[in-house]
Structures are given as structure tokens and as C-alpha cells.
């Protein structure tokens, strides 16, 4: 099928939710994807950072194969050894006591914000029900985490919105501090906005957050689902900063490309779920959970928090070369391990084009914001051919 047939074919029988790139992907390896007639990229988005151990890992197709001629799915009516073996693994991995799995990050995070409820009304038997989120989040597409973020402009057309949702200005303590009232049940955060444009919060930000919250009594709650899993420089990228969150969740990267999502929960906010309260049929089917066990596995054993955070380092300091070099087009140069943002001074559509047909996938947020979240295993060697290939286009 030639790209244009495609193309054609996806509008006629495809929803159209996607404003999608001019690009078909056929095949990935490592940190190369290729088109359909065989053109070569430097994939330098992971899938939106999902695909963390880089395409068609050998390791994992062994663990598919393995698992899949011994059992796939039983439902969550039964115990399973799977679900159990990761979720010892994955609460080793931090500050959590418990688990629920789902399949993506806006069910982690609806989960997050059902327990923060059902918490408040059943243990801490409170009227309390309303999550603060910030400006800018962004927290995925039911209905609840749609009205949990903070951009009006995803929940535009689908009023009635559920109530019980607020969001309060970007880094702003005393605001928050306003905003927290006996109604609230929570406080749900990015450490570093993903979608609103690699925006991180300030350490001292965070702190206070987590102490006011504290004083408050309203449960802290972190969205990893872009942040966690080594992205940042650390496991969890709520750790660089020592925090110690009630409930936080991830998705993305927790099995590699397959749909899998997490809420981690400490043993007294747990409380605030019992059988029959909440629940999903394909949460840590046994597939999905022998994938994401050897995902965490391969993680900690080849310390990619720690590779993160070097060759992120490193390609940070090749765009400040270039914002050096070219102070009018590049604004600034941020990020923290592979989660990382050149923002430029104008509309980059033209640029982010160019860095297309050279072979670079990347992503442009906000209209002016080259965002990357590479596969952790890229190499130094991919992020300077990237960064050559942009120092010509910023050139020209
Ligand atoms: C921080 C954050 N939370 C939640 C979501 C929603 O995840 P999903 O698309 O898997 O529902 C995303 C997706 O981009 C995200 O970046």
C-alpha cells in the first residue's frame, strides 16, 4: 500500500481524533523507525515516551513468547503470580506500599482521583471530593481527567463537565494555598508538565507543595505517566526531590509499547478501596505483567535512570551550543534526563518539517516547542546527528 492509499483508507475508516504527522511507520528497531519505503529515522519520541528500551527488544519478545504459551488472561476474578511478582518489584522501586493496574495513564489517574474520594468519605470520613490540578497540566481524556486538566480547551464542547475538578496558576504556592478548602480531597501534579511543553516545577515549589498539603490534610497525588520509569534521571522523577506522594501513577513506559497503567498508593490511602469499589477486566493480565516485570528488570539492571541522566545531560548541552550560537531563534534549552525541550523564539511547524525529512521524529508542542523523550538507550552519536542536522536548519 503506496502512503497516499493509506492515508485515504485511515480518513475513511478511522474516527478522526488525530491531526497525524505525514509519516507511516512500518517497522522499528533500537532507535530507528522506517516509513514504508524503507526511510530511516532517528525515533527521537519513543512512541511519546512509551517505548523506553527501544523497539522490538529481543528480551521482551522472548517474554512475550514465553508467557503467552503459558497463560495470557484469566481476569482479575482470580490470583495470578504475574500481577503479584510486579507489583513487589515495582513498590521496591519506591516510597509505595500498593498497586492498582490499568491500562493506560488516564485510568491510572482516574483511579488516583476515585481512592483520593473514596478515601476521604470511607477512612478519613470527610466530606471532601475536589482535586486541584495546575494550569497547563495535562492529565488524559475520560471525562474526569479531561476536567482535571488544566486546558480548557480539551474539554471544550463536552459540557456538562463532572464537577469537583480546579485548577490554580503554574508554580504558584499562595494560590494553591487559597485553593485547598475543606471540600478538597486532593492535590494531583505533574513534576515536569509533559504535554504543556517540558514546563518542570521548582524544588522549592515542590516542597512546599508536599508540606502544605500535609498541613492540610488533603492527599498528594503525582502524574508520572510521561515522568516515570527512569525518564528523568531517577526511577521515579518524584525522587530527585525526596517526595513522598500519597498516591501518584505512570503508564507510558511501564511495559514497553503494550497498554499498561499503575496507581501506587501508601497502605493508609490504599484503605480507601475495598473489593467491588473499583476495577478494570484487562488490569495486569498475565501478559501484560510478565512484559512489564522484565521491563522494570531490564531497567534497574542496566541502571538506565543513571543513562538517562548523563546522556541527557550531554544533549542539553549540545542545544545550549546551539542556543549559543543562535540566541535569536532558540528561547531556551530545558528538560531534565531524556525529557527534554528546545523552545524557539518563533512558530517551529517549518523546522520541525525539516527535521522530519532528515530522518528525526520528534514532537512540537505549543507551536513552538521541539519536545523529545528519545528511547533511554539512544546513543550520544544519534543526539549529535540530530543536533547537526538542526544547527543546518537553524543556519539556513
Ligand atoms: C502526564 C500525563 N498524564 C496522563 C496522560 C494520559 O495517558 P493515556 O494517553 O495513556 O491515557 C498523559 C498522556 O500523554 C500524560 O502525559
Redesign the pocket.
Known sequence: MTFDELKEKDSQYICSTYGRYPLAISRGEGCRLYDLDGKEYIDLLAG??VVNLGHSRPELLETINEQYKKLVHVSNLFYQEEGVALAEKLTATCGADKVFFC???????EAAIKLARRYMRTVAERDAYEIITLEG??????MA?MTATGQAHFSKHYQPLPRGFKSVPFGDLEAMANAIGPQTAGVLI?VI???GGIRPLSEEYLLGLEQLCLERDVLFMI?????GMCRTGKFWAHQEFGLAPDIF?T??PLANGL?M?AMFATIEAAQGFEPGSHATTFGAGALMAAVASKVVDIMLEDDLAARAAEVGDYAQSLFRGLQDKYPSKIAEVRGRGLMLAIELTHDGADIWKALLDKGFILNLTKGNVLRMLPPLVIEKRDLELFALALDGILAS
Open positions: 511519546i515516551a491500562n493506560s495513564g488516564a485510568e491510572a489517574n497540566s495535562f492529565h488524559g481524556r475520560t481527567t505533574e508538565q509533559g504535554e502524574d508520572e505517566v510521561q515522568t501513577t503508564a507510558k497498554p497503567g
